[in-house]
């Protein structure tokens, strides 16, 4: 069951507070950010502000003072008093802003990854048309599983997060219909490669780890696919990555 810290919705033109409302389902956008400790850090917050306004443009849906805007409730909505382990999520259609934060739970090593037969509209944007993968996480506990979503035979995203799959020491990532987050920009950087592909379900046996990584996630270890009988060989690269992690956490600045 998700625990909800708060939950504001406004209107654009006023920044009038509404009735709260999640915007599921609607034309528009969102992003998801952690934020952590006393005070407050949100990890990657210019990235996640920066990429939802290009999202905003692109479907049309932004206008004069948007991003002023939005950092405005951000502001208003964090308490500087607060310890916070919690994810932070901004949603934006046409005529409204929510915010809402909820507790963020640590995936758990023994973790299994479910394949369900869905790619997302538009996959390369974080848009909200998102009312299936939530039906199947609302019966999920999210600490031990995720959903991962295949099309055509092929695994492209997980329903919260983006896959790599490594195999003799080289990471991989799907090619297309993804929307490649700010997390997975991070380890890019990070790494020396990121090989995109395609990775056709039946080809899952011959990776070593398959790792999520995401705002929510972070780096976890997926230890089961149990359809196909797919286990964990390693850790290795879930410790290099969640290392890179830690140390980003460590360096990123108090929110202000």
Same mark, same amino acid.
């Given at each position: 069951m998700v625990t909800y810290l708060l939950k504001k919705s406004y209107q654009h033109k006023t920044l009038k507070e509404i009735n709260f409302k999640d915007l599921w389902g609607d034309k528009g956008v969102f992003t998801t950010m952690r934020i952590l400790g006393k005070p407050a850090k949100i990890i990657f917050f210019n990235s996640h502000i920066k990429n939802l306004v290009k999202s905003l443009k692109?479907?049309?849906?932004? %206008?004069?003072?948007?991003?002023?805007?939005? &950092? $405005?409730?951000?502001?208003?909505?964090?308490d500087k @008093? *607060?310890?916070?382990?919690?994810?932070?999520?901004?949603?934006?259609?046409?005529?409204?802003?929510?915010?809402?934060?909820?507790d963020r739970k640590a995936p758990k090593l023994k973790f299994n990854l479910k394949l369900i037969n869905?790619? %997302?509209?538009?996959?390369?944007?974080?848009? &909200? $048309?998102?009312?299936?993968?939530?039906?199947?996480? @609302? *019966?999920?506990?999210n600490t031990t599983s995720d959903v991962g979503l295949c099309f055509e035979k092929k695994i492209l995203e997980s329903g919260t997060s983006n896959i790599l799959f490594i195999k003799e020491d080289v990471v991989y990532s799907p090619l297309k219909s993804i929307y490649k987050g700010v997390t997975y920009s991070f380890f890019k950087k990070k790494l020396s490669e990121i090989i995109s592909k395609e990775i056709p379900v039946k080809s899952l046996n011959d990776y070593d780890e398959i790792l999520l990584i995401g705002s929510g996630k972070a780096v976890t270890s997926v230890e089961t696919i149990k359809e196909i009988n797919w286990k964990r060989k390693s850790l290795r690269y879930y410790k290099i990555l969640s290392n890179f992690y830690k140390k980003e956490i460590l360096k990123c600045p108090v929110y202000r």
């Open positions: 692109i479907y049309h849906l932004d %206008r004069v003072n948007i991003q002023k805007d939005i &950092l $405005k409730l951000i502001r208003m909505n964090i @008093s *607060k310890s916070y382990n919690h994810l932070l999520r901004v949603a934006v259609n046409k005529k409204i802003i929510s915010v809402s934060l909820r869905h790619k %997302r509209i538009d996959p390369e944007l974080k848009n &909200l $048309k998102y009312k299936l993968i939530l039906k199947y996480l @609302s *019966k999920m506990d």
